[in-house]
């Protein structure tokens, strides 16, 4: 593969991954959020957005090494899992902060669980480089699910 080609799926991994991270940007907490009982552990308002700009960096890292080192024969199989749990990724802050509806929410962050552990194992069998950059994201979206859980038991 030319360092072109490797460069332009570099590219348009990262821009399919902040238009997932648009969802984000479009419904922040607010003053609904501010309001609410917290559980401990809760981490200051800023840590969000490093951590969240650091995941999805090294989320479009994981898939265009996938993409690079996959076979031709088995992108679509490595590769569909990272697709859907970016969507799913892309519902949680609309649910959660645009609509508030933290059970909503809690069932579409455990089914992105769900998929960034299957994406982890796909990538896993073609790059283990790539797998290990979504161990973070994987450890995050675990930690965000104790915190979305407690705040809707909290607040309920």
């Known amino acids: 593969m030319t360092p072109t080609r490797s460069a332009l799926i570099l590219l348009g991994w990262l821009a399919l991954v902040m238009l997932a991270a648009l969802t984000g940007i479009a419904t922040p907490p607010g003053a609904w959020y501010a309001g609410l009982s917290k559980p401990p552990f809760t981490p200051p308002n800023l840590a969000f957005p490093i951590a969240w700009t650091l995941l999805y960096l090294l989320m479009a890292l994981a898939a265009w090494r996938a993409t690079l080192e996959a076979p031709a024969a088995m992108r679509w199989h490595t590769l569909w899992p990272f697709v859907a749990q970016l969507a799913a990724n892309a519902l949680w802050s609309p649910l959660f902060f645009g609509l508030h509806w933290m059970g909503a929410a809690l069932a579409v962050l455990l ?46």
């Open 111 to 156: 089914l992105l669980w769900g998929l960034i552990l299957l994406t982890l194992c796909r990538f896993a069998a073609v790059s283990r480089p790539a797998a290990w950059l979504l161990v973070p994201y994987l450890a995050w979206v675990s930690y965000a699910a104790y915190l979305n859980a407690a705040t809707w038991w909290l607040n309920g």
